[in-house]
């Protein structure tokens, strides 16, 4: 076998004379997507057609767009093999939690007004949270870096994660209180027609159309999702325990953990690409003054569901959480 | 462990189908991101029901067990000299799986997430998100392993860089999987990718080539493919429910196009990858069945289920075509390899000792009088020390499809083809090469989709290979001198079963 | 004199070529070309005289690309009469 022995290669020479080796992270993560700007498109097919347009007009041609995005790291540095140990760890804990509360008949103990505001307001959770899902997977196939990409499906996972817990929940409730609960109209019509919940689809489904990759991240990341979040997992957490529901506490609590991990790399993304283009401010602020009031408007259409709980959180307290919300991650990016 | 079994709760977390009012459908599953092939409202894919059932809880769990376990194997062998005694064959062939596979497979999550995204039912984007993580795993776990190998083997280099450059092999990889999945709509990438692709070919390919590693002692690759295989099946699954909606929406002939569209691409590159290394890289004492075999009991097999089981026809090339290609096409491909070796990034193994020979001639009865010519010309050239004369001087025509050289000779050599002329096509004053009758068919269905791509030929006769020669093009393909191929036995195979080399000069 | 590409393909060779000829080469250069790279290379030295067939017709060995109407690209076999 005539193997060249050449100088020690220590790493890919794609990513050329490093000093230090690259990480395992940087190893199967590096510079995976060299169809972002290749000439003459992204495709190894007709230049002009339709999916080398869509990528050339809502991916290179963004205005949030930086002279290279490889120098992006996801903060949590998540590869794959990563991902699922972390996620198998808090699972198993999640996992606890559950036999806990089902050993003691935890759902039985609901009141009956409780048991109403679980239905109208946790039950139809699941479908704005499997659009995030649908959203954050639109972020990972369009991201110009496989840094970015990788990071915005373990968001995507994530969202998952959160919504087969509510929906596993969903079960356990309906089964201790009313089958009813458990049925699809539960949740969908609500989603569908009740007034408090119109907001919010209308802001996620109009978010789902905006197709400009720099857009769709920071209407999700930046915009919705922080407000979106602080409802679900700051709110939602505070008016379980007022009604003595630490279990749903304690899971929103969780779901955090993975809203966290989101925060963290949106801010990472944006401050890089603050540093490299300070006029990119004004791009990712021009899209925020669209995406930020509308996800506020959604959170506070559904005050009233919160306010209807037998131990209520007032309509402002989630207003005022939900900006802070938006108002953090801003302030985190060097957006303020 | 939670009380409710899975099946108890499981489809709250996937009846999340409902109707938009305040975007249009087409406008939240535009045709280019979601082929609908007219079958509307989206309520009509509701009924999309996949047969293998996961939750998210059962995925880390089983997926960390899994990583775990082939990591730690991979991290064994690495302090272990095994991949040095591995057969030099065996090594130019995983050598160029992960060149053309690796970056390949994570990108087939770009192609997940598209279903992920665009998929017309929240179960099949459930199970798309599942084929995202798993494709993420199967690119990364396909790139550490050669990371781990560079300082053995520098070629293991082109695990990472094979689709940043503009090899010939790279560009013909690119092609087939931008028109597979990720330059493919949803709809369509579900029956290409999921149900033409990995359940027609990668999921048993990774069974046979886990065997075969088996075998030959490369525990690290070995591990790695059987890992990789359990999760194929999974994401592999997304196929059939969409098949069954189009056929049920009386839609069987769309299904039966894309399917021998898919069909075709993927039997031309599993040839030219699986072919070679099964017929002629893989050694000789570890080869459990021949290619043509393989092809025989396992993707033949499995594909005439599969047309009978949703309702379709075998493709119309399937006798006429493809069977008769199985007798010659892979060995055609060998020889141009061989032949072009600085063109590829692995050491091709010529495989043509006399041992070698005897099998191959009954395997595929007459190959020592139409290929085994080739190699004896090959190796007297050889042995009369005229190496030059054993390397290429100038460029195969290469098909305008599948950007593989053009070998319709060799079809007419063996008796398979009455013409060893290739196809032509003029299509809006330019005129096309084609190496088969369904490569030039899957032009023709859709010529805006391919008609302005350039294969090698094309961009060397457009004056952008400077300067226009064999060198130049090897330093515009991104190949080194020293990662340029050579034969893997340094011609060993030329002089076994002769008393001294040169000896038998005729 | 000017560089032609043409499509060669050799008797009883196995690959179709990218073989650049000149526009006033005759036939006979064409099939010597084509023999380059196949005769003695990967196929015997065909015995007899090499002939030029284009679209089924054996071409005049004097005849040149241009004379002959044969485009760019145009396929060639060099074959034994």
Same mark, same amino acid.
């Given at each position: ?106 759902? /039985? ?42 990071? /915005? ?119 890089? /690409? ?63 | ?37 007219? +079958? ?47 057969? $030099? ?101 579900? +029956? ?32 790695? +493919?059987?890992? +990789? ?69 396992? *993707? ?169 020669? *064999? ?29 001294? $080399? ?5 | ?81």
């Amino acid at each position: 076998m005539t193997t060249m022995r050449r100088r020690k290669a220590r790493t890919w020479s794609l990513l050329g004379e490093v000093k230090r080796k690259p990480s395992a992270y940087e190893a199967v993560t590096a510079k995976f997507h060299y169809h972002f700007r290749r000439d003459p498109a992204p495709w190894e097919l007709d230049p002009e057609m339709a999916f080398n347009r869509w990528y050339l007009e809502h991916r290179e041609g963004s205005p949030f767009n930086v002279d290279d995005w490889e120098g992006y790291r996801d903060p949590a540095k998540l590869t794959y093999k990563d991902y699922v140990t972390l996620q198998h760890e808090r699972e198993l804990y999640v996992d606890g939690l559950v036999d806990r509360f089902e050993a003691v008949d935890h759902a /039985a103990s609901y009141s009956e007004g409780w048991t109403d505001t679980f239905k109208a307001l946790i039950v139809p959770l699941r479908f704005p949270v499997h659009v995030l899902q649908m959203a954050s997977l639109y972020v990972g196939q369009m991201a110009p870096s496989s840094f970015i990409t990788n990071a /915005a499906h373990f968001q995507a996972a994530d969202e998952m994660r959160r919504l087969q817990r509510i929906a596993y929940w969903t079960q356990v409730v309906a089964n201790a209180k009313d089958g009813a609960i458990a049925r699809t109209e539960t949740a969908r019509d609500p989603w569908e027609r009740a007034e408090a919940w119109q907001p919010l689809r209308e802001t996620l489904e109009t978010m789902l159309v905006a197709y400009d990759w720099g857009e769709a991240f920071v209407a999700l990341n930046l915009g919705v999702k922080p407000a979106f979040d602080a409802m679900v997992n700051v709110a939602l957490r505070d008016l379980a325990r007022r009604n003595e529901d630490e279990f749903m506490a304690l899971l929103c609590e969780e779901f955090d953990r993975d809203a966290a991990r989101s925060r963290a790399w949106t801010t990472a993304l944006v401050r890089y /690409a603050l540093e490299r283009d300070p006029t990119l401010a004004d791009v990712v602020n021009g899209w925020l003054d669209t995406w930020a009031p509308k996800a506020i408007a959604a959170v506070e259409a559904m005050g009233v569901l919160f306010e209807q709980a037998p131990e209520p959180v007032a309509g402002e307290e989630l207003g005022e959480m939900a900006r802070e919300g938006q108002r953090e991650i801003a302030g985190a990016a060097g957006l303020a | 462990m939670p009380a409710l079994r899975r099946s108890e709760w499981y489809d709250l977390a996937r009846d999340l189908n409902w109707n938009l009012s305040y975007v249009t459908e087409d406008e939240a599953f535009p045709e280019v991101m979601s082929n609908n092939y007219g +079958i509307t409202p989206n309520e009509k894919w509701w009924a999309w029901d996949e047969p293998y059932k996961v939750s998210y809880r059962e995925y880390v769990h089983n997926q960390y067990g899994k990583d775990a376990s082939v990591y730690s194997v991979n991290s064994v062998i690495a302090r272990s000299r095994m991949f040095e005694e591995l057969d $030099p064959g065996w090594k130019s062939a995983i050598v160029a799986h992960y060149g053309a596979i690796a970056v390949p497979e994570y990108l087939a999550g770009l192609g997940e997430s598209r279903m992920g995204r665009f998929g017309r039912a929240a179960a099949w984007r459930n199970m798309a998100l599942f084929g995202t993580l798993d494709e993420t795993r199967h690119g990364q776990i396909q790139t550490y392993f050669p990371y781990t190998l560079l300082d053995k083997e520098p070629r293991m280099d082109w695990a990472h860089k094979a689709l940043h450059t503009n090899e010939w092999g790279a560009i013909a990889a690119r092609h087939l999987f931008d028109d597979m999945f990720t330059a493919n709509d949803a709809v369509s990438t579900a +029956i290409q990718l999921t149900f033409t692709f990995e359940t027609g070919f990668t999921n048993l390919q990774f069974l046979g080539m886990a065997a075969d590693a088996m075998e030959v002692g490369d525990l690290d690759f070995g591990a790695l +493919i059987s890992s +990789i295989q359990t999760d194929e099946s999974r994401h592999a699954q997304q196929g059939e429910p969409t098949v069954r909606i189009l056929v049920e929406n009386g839609y069987a002939d769309v299904a039966q196009r894309l399917v021998d569209h898919m069909f075709w691409r993927s039997w031309h590159v599993f040839a030219l990858l699986t072919g070679l290394s099964m017929d002629y890289y893989t050694p000789l004492e570890h080869r459990s069945h021949s290619f043509k075999e393989f092809m025989q009991e396992w *993707i033949v097999k499995q594909f005439l289920d599969q047309f009978r089981d949703f309702g379709l026809e075998p493709s119309w090339y399937w006798e006429s075509h493809f069977l008769p290609e199985l007798d010659w096409y892979h060995h055609a491909l060998h020889l141009g390899v061989w032949f072009w070796r600085p063109t590829v990034w692995w050491n091709p193994d010529a495989g043509v000792s006399p041992a070698e020979r005897e099998w191959l001639e009954e395997k595929y009865p007459g190959w020592n009088d139409t290929f085994g010519v080739y190699w004896d010309t090959i190796g007297d050239n050889i042995r009369r020390g005229e190496e030059t004369k054993t390397l290429p001087e100038t460029f195969p025509m290469v098909c305008n499809m599948c950007q593989i050289p053009v070998v319709t000779p060799a079809g007419f050599r063996a008796g398979k083809l009455e013409s060893p002329e290739p196809h032509i096509h003029i299509h809006e004053g330019r005129q096309y090469v084609f190496c088969s009758e369904p490569c030039k068919w899957i032009f023709q269905l859709n010529p805006s989709r391919f008609a302005g791509h350039t294969s090698v030929v094309d961009r060397f006769l457009g004056g952008e290979i400077q300067p226009p020669t *064999i060198p130049g093009a090897l330093e515009w393909m991104g190949l080194s001198p020293e990662e340029m191929g050579q034969d893997a036995t340094n011609y060993a195979w030329a002089y076994e079963g002769l008393e001294a $080399p040169g000896a038998a000069a005729s | 004199m000017a560089l032609f590409p043409i499509q060669g393909i050799y008797q009883d060779d196995f690959v179709v070529l990218l073989v650049p000829i000149d526009t006033e080469d005759p036939m006979t250069v064409v099939a010597e070309k084509i023999a380059h790279h196949a005769a003695g290379v990967r196929v015997p030295p065909a015995a007899g005289e090499l002939r030029i067939k284009y679209q089924g017709e054996l071409l005049d060995p004097e005849v040149t690309v241009v004379d002959a109407g044969v485009p760019p690209l145009g396929v060639l076999q060099a074959v034994t009469g």
